[in-house]
């Protein structure tokens, strides 16, 4: 199983950005998938998880970003809207095959594959 995380870049504070998280191998559809982000001398935080019990955000995010995913639950996307400087941040996809340890949902650990990281940088 592979993710492959895109659409990262360099935005003007305000902008937007769409990333995307592919899965190949197999697909989710049972389980969860999330974004983590990290950034420099800082420890990977959530910022988004999916699954069929629903959506969660950091409070970072509310209200600003939003997860989704395909169809075929194979690619899993995170709609950034009004970015900040305090939004960059290299961005990893996370997932899981199962929906299990819903209130973990926030938790690295709690996930069993990871992309390689999208670099998502807000200029002020």
């Known amino acids: 199983v592979q993710l492959q995380a895109s659409g990262g870049g360099l935005v003007p504070t305000g902008g937007s950005l769409r990333l995307s998280c592919a899965a190949s191998g197999r697909t989710f559809r049972s389980g969860r998938m999330a974004w983590f982000r990290q950034a420099p001398g800082k420890e990977r935080d959530v910022v988004a998880a999916i699954s069929w019990s629903g959506s969660y955000y950091a409070d970072s995010v509310k209200g600003r970003f939003t997860i989704s995913r395909d169809s075929a639950k194979t690619t899993v996307y995170l709609q950034m809207s009004s970015l900040k400087p305090e939004d960059t941040a290299v961005y990893y996809c996370?997932?899981?095959?199962?929906?299990?340890?819903?209130?973990?949902?926030?938790?690295?650990?709690?996930?069993?594959?990871w992309g390689q990281g999208t670099q998502v940088t807000v200029s002020s």
């Open positions: 996370a997932a899981r095959l199962d929906n299990e340890l819903v209130a973990q949902w926030a938790n690295p650990s709690a996930y069993g594959y």
